[in-house]
């Protein structure tokens, strides 16, 4: 399977290395928006491409994975994208999920590809956890934990903050709230007892703590409605004990078969680095979308529409005898 990476932040990086975990998977272009001759990659003689060039490689490359960012990047990037290759995206705006598969399926029925949005842990592992926990439970009670991580998102929000240089937030979910879902008392919990949220801070010379704090603390949708707590920190102190991009978490069901009998699902996730195990996901539905075109399907699916089989590198026989 041959796959172009369309930027290379984070996620292409991941996108990169993953490549040398399958050896079904070739590398065969990096494609990027800024100078390509600005931009160094780890794979020896593999291209980096102009963005604007991915019209010349059309029937180069079975899947082109797409690496952007939610807020601006992919809602134009994957419609445009999907109209010359197959493609995968990591969309996790999960409001506009809905939205964003309308605009894609258009476009890549339209050019009989596959594209599978929303591909990562949440949405995407997490995703199938909760169907498959809803599916098996019916009667019962969803609840869904993040962390301890970096949120890059509210990490972002603080750094724009007049008089923050750096700044990085860990999500932490509550232990009292955690032991409580656990335990099958079917809680009902607010967004302030599930999640707390910490942030390092970096002044920049002369700003004032007081008010970047209370910034922080009263942001509306990042903050408002958590217990926030703030640590101003030197850079050195930063870039040595937070430099990392951890994460994790959990989705539990809680539900009952009769009156007598109450039962607990739960999967998790500890991660040392989000981008890297969330490109080898990319990865693995790359090979359903290579594989689904090949048998002449074409426009926009996620990880409810996709058979576990697509996803390995093992054929049929071989998974029923060693994982089944």
């Known amino acids: 399977m ?8 984070n996620l292409g990086r991941g996108v990169e290395l993953s490549v040398k975990n399958n050896p079904d998977v070739e590398l065969v272009a990096v494609f990027t928006r800024r100078n390509p001759d600005s931009v160094k990659i780890q794979t020896p003689n593999i291209p980096v491409v102009s963005a604007n060039d991915a019209e010349n490689w059309v029937g180069k490359i079975d899947v082109m994975i797409l690496c952007g960012g939610s807020a601006t990047d992919l809602p134009v990037q994957t419609p445009k994208f999907a109209e010359m ?34 591909v990562g842990w949440d949405p995407g592992l997490f995703s199938l956890a909760r169907a498959y926990f809803n599916a098996v439970l019916p009667n019962g009670h969803d609840y869904t ?23 990085k937030q860990y999500t932490v979910p509550i ?7 656990r335990s099958g008392v079917n809680p009902n919990l607010t967004t302030r007892q599930k999640h707390l949220r910490e942030c390092y801070v970096v002044l920049e ?13 009263t ?11 703030v640590n101003f920190i030197s850079e050195d102190e930063l870039l040595k004990n937070h430099a990392g991009l951890a994460h994790g978490g959990f989705v539990i069901r809680t539900g009952q078969t009769s009156a007598e009998n109450k039962h607990v699902i739960e999967f998790s996730l500890k991660l040392d ?21 090949g048998e002449g399907k074409s426009g926009c699916m996620t990880a409810f529409d996709i058979a576990p089989a697509y996803l390995s590198p093992l054929d049929g026989a071989t998974l029923r005898k060693t994982l089944l």
């Open 205 to 217: 010379e002369g700003a004032d703590a007081a008010e970047v704090e209370r910034e922080i603390k």
């Open 2 to 9: 041959k796959i172009g990476i369309l930027g290379y932040g």
């Open 219 to 229: 942001m509306p949708n990042y903050f408002a409605d958590y217990d926030t707590t």
């Open 273 to 293: 680095s989000n981008p890297e195990f969330t490109t080898n996901v990319l990865v693995a539905y790359a090979r359903a979308a290579y594989r689904l075109n």
């Open 175 to 181: 232990d009292a709230a955690l032991d409580a879902v």
């Open 145 to 167: 934990f993040w962390g301890k991580g970096v949120s890059q998102g509210h990490s972002d929000a603080i750094r724009r903050i007049k008089g923050v240089k750096n700044a």
């Open 85 to 118: 290759f197959n493609v995968i995206d990591s969309f996790d705006t999960h409001a506009k999920i809905p939205e964003h598969f309308a605009n894609v399926d258009v476009a890549a029925k339209n050019s009989n590809h596959v594209a599978i949005i929303s």
